[in-house]
């Protein structure tokens, strides 16, 4: 059985950081790109960053660059989102999600597996 559980959301204010962690079980996690993808209210699900399935190449969106990191741990199937100098705008559900085709995607419809989310909210 497939499981992404997301971990680490909160209540931050503007400026402050947050490590999120998503640990997967049921498929061989090392042979997957990882990605991390956010939903605010009213809004489409966005691609926030993602890392191929040796930590080789990793990609993140324009809108955190500079500011959020994404990493993975394959001895503890697990991958991470370092997000730093937090926004009010980085509110939302934010998701990991694998994909088994390699190259980095962007597109949500190119991911096989989902969490669950986890929420992060950012004060002003």
């Known amino acids: 059985q497939v499981q992404l559980v997301e971990s680490g959301g909160g209540l931050v204010q503007a400026g402050g950081s947050l490590r999120l962690s998503c640990a997967a079980s049921?498929?061989?996690?090392?042979?997957?790109?990882m990605g991390w993808f956010r939903q605010a209210p009213g809004k489409e699900r966005e691609f926030v960053a993602a890392?191929?399935?040796?930590?080789?190449?990793?990609r993140v969106a324009d809108s955190v660059k500079g500011r959020f990191t994404i990493s993975r741990d394959n001895a503890k199937n697990t991958v991470y989102l370092q997000m730093n100098s937090l926004k009010p705008e980085d509110t939302a559900v934010y998701y990991c999600?694998?994909?088994?085709?390699?190259?980095?995607?962007?597109?949500?419809?190119?991911?096989?597996?989902w969490g669950q989310g986890t929420q992060v909210t950012v004060s002003s």
């Open positions: 999600a694998a994909d088994s085709m390699g190259p980095i995607a962007t597109t949500p419809l190119e991911y096989e597996y």
């Open positions: 890392i191929t399935w040796s930590g080789g190449s990793a």
């Open positions: 049921g498929f061989r996690f090392s042979r997957y790109t």
